[in-house]
């Protein structure tokens, strides 16, 4: 049935059923009969709002999920292709069905909408079956296809099919090459949240962070339960993820905050990354073995986890140091980060590798000379740090101006 063929009476012996079910529950009951209305003044921008108010914002425990399939089934996909087609979808994901249910729901929408779209803008099948290059333009650069697209490869993911997944995906990805195209917050949002989850069903962790960062900074908003499960995942990418050393754009994020009360069964989490973050051996071990309890996905990577921990440890330790005398033995490295003497040369060069420092090795003298670190986010401590540094420095130079001064002072007069 067509959205020009519903009968208005269907749809308010729907909503009258529906409402005859919630007489229980007032508010429910109200936000019904403004649908009906809205329905009836076919106000469908108004209507798009209160399905939102529904969906979103109304609390979701007092809406049982056999409502929501309901809602969907019995009067959205009525008069769907009269909405905004993004809404439709995120009302579908909305409506809680089943994943499989959920995809084929998504690929009949997917349909309807591509046949909607050629009647509204009257093109026709060239006479050899193939389609007009106007119109195949037109659903290349359609958003609502594109975002339609973006949750059918999600889906595909949560099934395990892997290989549509790419067959959808490959026609779309090329358009977020760019991270300043034109598409809008939503969509990209979308794009990175499905690349986030492959990446995590691949155990990418390197490829995870980076993505699932760009999905927080493209998201509009998320539930508290959404933002406790991404900053999870972020924190296990940070730790797992074999060239992730920089930590900052986590730290500094509010998403943070969702596990860093002593009442979050992740706390824990909390304290392993700020551990990592400032280099802090006996801080991060601590936690750690709280970790392994925890999660068996850490304790499986206890080895890297390690080393991990001993990289971080040898950047704070470099950063310590005065910036006019970056210079550091092997003895001094090997008693921060507790590495045996005969490995220190093998972390420094691992430390090159991985392009977190430059400098070079006296190897007669065994003495490690830093002329370059990785800038990173730093806590207060660090900052004290940074600031004895700086103040050194700043004494130095007014040493070295009065050295200057005092060996040329009729110089300087005579300027």
């Known amino acids: 049935m067509s959205a020009m063929d519903i009968d208005s009476s269907d749809v308010s012996t729907v909503l009258a059923t529906i409402r005859s079910e919630l007489d229980s529950n007032s508010e429910l009951v109200s936000l019904f009969y403004q649908l009906e209305d809205y329905y009836e003044r076919k ?13 979103g914002n109304f609390d979701q425990d ?19 292709m009269k909405l905004n087609l993004i809404k439709v979808v995120d009302f579908l994901i909305g409506s809680q069905f089943s994943d499989e ?10 349909s309807e909408y591509i046949k909607y779209l050629k009647r509204e803008h009257n093109f026709k099948d060239n006479e ?9 333009k037109l659903l290349t650069n359609d958003e609502s296809l594109i975002y339609i697209d973006l949750q059918i490869s999600r889906f595909y993911l949560l099934l395990k099919n892997f290989e549509q997944c790419e067959v959808t995906m490959s026609k779309i990805e090329p358009k977020f090459e760019n991270l300043n195209n034109d598409l809008s917050a939503k969509i990209n949002a979308a794009y990175y949240q499905t690349k986030s989850l492959e990446y995590k069903l691949h ?10 960062l760009l999905f927080l900074s493209s998201v509009p908003s998320l539930t508290s339960a ?12 940070a730790l797992l993820g074999d060239k992730v050393y920089n930590f900052g754009e986590l730290i500094l994020h509010d998403i943070l ?19 990592l973050n400032a280099g802090d051996l006996s801080s991060f071990n601590r936690w750690l073995s709280v970790a392994f309890t925890k999660s068996p996905q850490l304790q499986s990577h206890q080895v890297f ?17 005065s910036t006019t005398n970056k210079r550091i033995s092997f003895k001094e490295i090997s008693e921060f980060t507790g590495t045996p003497l005969n490995d220190v040369e093998h972390l420094i060069i691992k430390c090159f590798s991985l392009k977190l420092i430059q400098g070079y090795i006296n190897q007669i003298d065994e003495i490690l000379v830093i002329t370059w670190l990785q800038p990173r986010i730093l806590n207060l401590k660090q900052v004290h740090n940074l600031y004895t540094h700086l103040v050194d420095w700043d004494h130095k130079v007014e040493q070295l101006g009065n050295l200057v001064y005092e060996s040329g002072g009729t110089v300087w007069a005579g300027i």
């Not at 959920?102 to 690929?107: A, C, I, Q, S, V």
């Not at 959404?226 to 990418?237: F, H, P, S, W």
């Not at 971080?312 to 470099?318: H, S």
Request: proline share 3%; net charge negative; hydrophobic share 35%.
């Open 43 to 55: 106000l469908w921008h108004q209507l798009t709002q209160q399905l939102d108010e529904f969906y």
């Open 62 to 80: 007092q809406i049982p999920q056999d409502l929501k399939h309901k809602v969907y089934t019995q009067f959205i996909q009525q008069f769907a």
């Open 101 to 110: 249910t959920t995809l084929d729901k998504l690929n009949s929408l997917r």
């Open 128 to 136: 050899d079956g193939s389609q007009d290059p106007e119109f195949t």
């Open 203 to 212: 155990e990418n962790y390197n490829a995870y962070y980076a993505n699932g």
């Open 226 to 237: 959404e933002k406790v499960q991404l900053c999870y995942d972020l924190c296990i990418a």
């Open 257 to 275: 905050q969702e596990i860093a009360s002593q009442e979050s069964p992740y706390n824990w989490l909390y304290n392993l990354i700020q551990a």
């Open 305 to 321: 986890i390690k080393q991990k921990i001993i990289i971080m440890a040898l950047l704070e330790l470099i950063s310590t140091k």
